[in-house]
């Protein structure tokens, strides 16, 4: 059974201070693995999409990588606004590539 | 690019009532559309996949007569929400892939309210 779990649940960050969010996943035939922000009361926004194993994508403070079990969302001096919830999901080459979500990790960033 | 609008962005409605959610893609055609809900401090959960001018398939334990989906154009998807009670209020949020890629592009989300 496809299957992603993200660790910690919830993480607290003072400003400056960087570390990582981890997401591990089994899958059958992974066609892609995906971080998304969301915010609270609002839709997730795309932020990087992955698809084998050495992977890597960047965009200002944040860089994920992947390998064959987990992918890493690493935070580099974070700031306040970096505070949200971040969601990891995969797509298995089941029907319709529907996505398969973890649970999140609430990220908070204390100035 | 790759914008998904939804509206209304909030809805509160009467038990029995029936609602209509609507989802766009702005900028690209989307062959492909999910609607997924959200309850408070959860992850999201898929209730329904939709391709254009094809029937909905819905995940298991979602009732369709109820959820009614509709995805008649390659640019807006609806779901209505049949004899609401206040059990289905919920935040229901609709994505959209597009035809090259298989990134899910998200809209902003709909909080619905049954009374």
């Known amino acids: 059974e496809d299957q992603v779990t993200q660790s910690p649940e919830a993480l607290r960050l003072q400003e400056g201070e960087s570390s990582s969010l981890n997401c591990s996943y089994t899958?059958?035939?992974?066609?892609?693995l995906f971080w998304y922000r969301q915010d609270p009361g609002k839709g997730p926004e795309f932020l990087f999409t992955?698809?084998?194993a050495g992977e890597e994508k960047e965009k200002e403070r944040l860089k994920a990588t992947l390998t064959k079990k987990e992918s890493f969302l690493h935070i580099t001096a974070p700031k306040p606004e970096d505070s949200a919830t971040y969601l990891c999901a995969v797509q298995g080459g089941g029907s319709q590539g529907n996505l398969i979500f973890g649970k999140g990790t609430k990220l908070s960033v204390k100035p | 690019g790759a914008v998904v609008s939804q509206h209304p962005s909030w809805v509160i409605c009467k038990s029995g009532t029936s609602v209509k959610i609507e989802c766009r893609s702005l900028d690209f055609q989307a062959t492909t559309m999910f609607w997924y809900r959200q309850f408070p401090k959860q992850s999201l959960m898929l209730m329904a996949t939709s391709n254009e001018g094809s029937k909905a398939t819905y995940e298991q334990g979602v009732e369709k007569d109820k959820f009614l989906i509709n995805h008649a154009s390659l640019t807006l998807s609806t779901l209505t929400v049949t004899s609401a009670h206040p059990e289905d209020s919920s935040f229901y949020i609709c994505?959209?892939?597009?035809?090259?890629?298989?990134?899910?592009?998200f809209g902003p989300g709909t909080r619905l309210t049954v009374l």
């Open positions: 899958v059958s035939g992974l066609r892609g």
């Open positions: 994505s959209a892939r597009g035809v090259i890629t298989d990134t899910q592009y």
């Open positions: 992955l698809y084998s």
